[in-house]
């Protein structure tokens, strides 16, 4: 494994487990079997090495999601596909999730890969609200019915609070998801 991808698995470790203030340079050096010249070679600032491991969860996070929301073969198949991803990868990627649930560095929401996640997800969301299978709302309200309760439980299970992991709740929060969100919801149908 390259030098850089050490520091940046060591990094994402310790700012998981430490926090981004309490983590220090050189105990991420230290994990990763990293030279201080090693280190600022590949990241000038533990800002910018925050940002670096940030991007990449954010990024890993994001390809994961896309892949079963993209792939499905209608709206409930997408929307309550979508929480249960979330929830996998969270399980599966205890130290990204941390770190994601941690505070977002600055420039990574206007970053082009964010922005091509957010503008795949919109497209889908209204070409399903565009004939009727899910309801016609704002992205951003959609992205907290859809996930919110995703993801508060992912908080507090990452924290200690929640014992059941997040795969035993998935389905019934994709189902809660699904049932907040189809347009039949809002009709009557079902």
Known sequence: MKIRDRLLMAAERQFAERGALDATLAQIREAAGASVGALYHHFPDKADLYRQVWERALADYQQHFWAVIGDSADAREGVTAGVREHLRWIAEN?????????????????????????????????????????????????????????????????????????????????????????????????
């Open 94 to 190: 205890q130290y990204r999730a941390q770190v994601l649930i941690s505070a977002r560095p600055p420039g990574v929401r206007e970053s082009d890969s964010n922005r091509e996640f957010m503008r795949n997800v919109a497209r889908w969301w209204r070409m399903h609200a565009g004939y009727g299978a899910v309801r016609d709302l704002s992205l951003d309200l959609v992205y907290a019915l859809w996930l919110g309760p995703a993801q508060e439980y992912s908080r507090q299970w990452l924290s200690g609070d929640m014992l059941a992991s997040p795969s035993v709740v998935a389905d019934e929060l994709a189902d809660a998801a699904w049932s907040t969100l189809s347009a039949s919801r809002t009709t009557g149908n079902s």
